[in-house]
């Protein structure tokens, strides 16, 4: 059984940063991209970054693009998500996502869903 928990979400003041982890089990965690999506309050769910199962391949949404920072550790299975100049409209739910379709473009999300971490940023 699949299982992902997100931790490292809270309240930061616009302009800072945080460091989202998922620390995953239930699947072999170096054969399968990973990535990390975000709902906003009345919004759907959109994908935000993906990651390749070696980490030799990242893809972002374009409103994120040059401030989030999506890594891995495979030896920890542990996926990462840096969040720097954070801004109001990034307020979201943070979801991990695990063994997702990945071609070095674009993440597809898997059915394998974290519970979330909330992250509030004020301006």
């Known amino acids: 059984q699949v299982q992902l928990v997100e931790s490292g979400g809270g309240l930061v003041q616009a302009g800072g940063s945080l460091r989202l982890s998922c620390a995953a089990s239930?699947?072999?965690?170096?054969?399968?991209?990973m990535g990390w999506s975000r709902q906003a309050p009345g919004k759907e769910r959109e994908s935000v970054a993906g990651?390749?199962?070696?980490?030799?391949?990242?893809v972002y949404a374009d409103s994120v693009k040059g401030r989030f920072t999506i890594s891995r550790d495979n030896a920890k299975n542990t996926v990462y998500l840096q969040m720097n100049r954070l801004k109001p409209d990034d307020t979201a739910v943070y979801y991990c996502?695990?063994?997702?379709?990945?071609?070095?473009?674009?993440?597809?999300?898997?059915?394998?869903w974290g519970q979330g971490t909330q992250v509030t940023v004020s301006s």
């Open positions: 996502n695990g063994a997702g379709t990945y071609d070095g473009r674009r993440y597809r999300s898997s059915d394998y």
């Open positions: 239930g699947l072999t965690f170096s054969n399968f991209a």
């Open positions: 990651i390749s199962p070696s980490g030799d391949s990242t």
